[in-house]
Every structure is written in structure tokens, then in C-alpha cells.
């Protein structure tokens, strides 16, 4: 089903990491952030394991700033943690504890999450956790298909070029992305797989994403 935005006022998306937010969802973001939602995001780990050798420790922090800068979000709606990359489980009631937080000074209306068939375990830690901090609230989960088996589409973001070209847009700061050239990280593979959900709702783009919970 293509989702109606009526009583959703303001979002937050929860990203493992810095740079999955815009790959997941950011053609959602940029549509709401259109239509005057107000949109909140928390980074869990800036990877800093996973980053080029010899890199700024700070560098996908300040790609995540920048992306957020160009959606025109500002530094109030951002929460960057430091935790290490594929070590969230060890940190899970501190997770937790930070979400809870988030909910309690946001109230968001809808959640936004990795899916729950993301097989990434930082992901897994980032959906768990979140399911039980916003338990009350709507949940998405969002799509990256390099890390499933499987994928339910049971929502879909209809979406237009603009949206695209803004998504592409925030990506493209992740130069610590390009330099590991990641299959994924192309406007071919973003554009062709809005495509694809597009086509299953009959729209020229869409992002999919899993109901999780539908509070209306």
C-alpha cells in the first residue's frame, strides 16, 4: 500500500550507522521533509573501523553532518553516537537507554528502522532496540538489500525525481564510500531499485518499506 503522510508530524530514523539513513530511506526523508514533517535522526556509530587507512578518524561523522546540511536538517535534530562498528550488541542497554531518551524529548509519530530481516548484526541491535523503546509508536523498517535474505513490502513512499536527485545528492558526500567503491553506493543502483518499487505500485519511483507497527 502506498502511505498516507495525514498525522504523521514528525519522524525519526534510526541509522546503525551514518550513511544508512540516506541509503534506506532518504528519498522518504526528502519527500516529508518537503511536505513540512519534521525529521530527527540518530546515527549510532560512526564506523571508524571501516573507514580507509590513514583516514580522519571523524570522517563519516562530518559526511553525516553534511548530508543532513544539504537535506536542510538542522545540527538540533541530529544525535551522533560513537559506538564501535559491529559492536552494538555489546552496548545494547546503553542502545536502549539513548532511545528512550530520543522518544521521551521527540514523541515521534513514526519510527523508522533497519529492517527486521537485516541480517547486519549492528542493524539487528538498532531494530530489536528500538522495537522496544517506541513499542508504542508506528514503525517502519527500511530497506538495504545487500543485507537481506528477504524483504516484506507492505509500505510504499511514492516518490518523484526531485526526491531522487536529493537523496543522490546527500550521498554523494560519502567520499569514504566511493574510495571502497561499494556496489550499492551508484545513482544506477539507487535509481533502478526506486524504479522497481515504483513499478509495484504503479508510480514512477517508491522507497518499500516493512510494517512493523501501524498506530493511526
Not at 2 to 29: F, Q, W
Request: with cysteine; charged share 25%.
Amino acid at each position: 500500500m502506498a502511505m498516507s503522510l495525514k498525522g504523521i508530524n514528525r519522524v525519526l530514523v534510526l541509522a546503525p550507522h551514518t550513511d544508512d539513513a540516506e541509503l534506506g530511506c532518504g528519498g522518504t526523508m526528502a519527500r516529508f521533509f518537503e511536505e513540512g514533517i519534521d525529521i530527527y535522526v540518530a546515527a549510532f556509530s560512526t564506523a571508524r573501523a571501516s573507514l580507509p587507512e590513514g583516514s580522519d578518524p571523524d570522517m563519516l561523522k562530518k559526511e553525516f553532518l553534511a548530508s543532513m546540511r544539504i537535506l536542510g536538517l538542522p545540527a538540533s535534530n541530529l544525535h551522533v553516537y560513537d559506538y564501535q562498528v559491529r559492536m552494538l550488541s555489546y552496548h545494547r542497554q546503553e542502545v536502549l537507554e539513548e532511545m528512550v531518551k530520543l522518544k521521551n524529548s521527540i514523541l515521534p509519530d513514526l519510527v523508522l528502522v533497519p529492517s527486521g530481516s537485516d541480517l547486519h548484526q549492528d542493524h539487528e541491535v538498532v531494530y530489536n532496540e528500538g522495537l522496544r523503546a517506541f513499542k508504542h509508536a508506528s514503525i517502519w523498517g527500511y530497506e538495504l538489500p545487500w543485507n537481506h535474505v528477504s524483504f516484506s513490502t507492505q509500505a510504499f513512499v511514492k516518490l518523484s525525481q526531485p526526491h531522487l536527485d536529493k537523496k543522490w545528492e546527500m550521498m554523494q558526500v560519502y567520499e569514504s564510500q566511493f574510495i571502497k567503491q561499494r556496489p550499492y553506493f551508484t545513482k544506477e543502483f539507487m535509481e533502478g531499485l526506486a524504479r522497481v518499487r515504483g513499478v509495484q505500485i504503479g508510480e514512477p519511483y517508491a522507497e518499500a518499506f516493512e510494517v512493523v507497527r501501524l498506530k493511526v
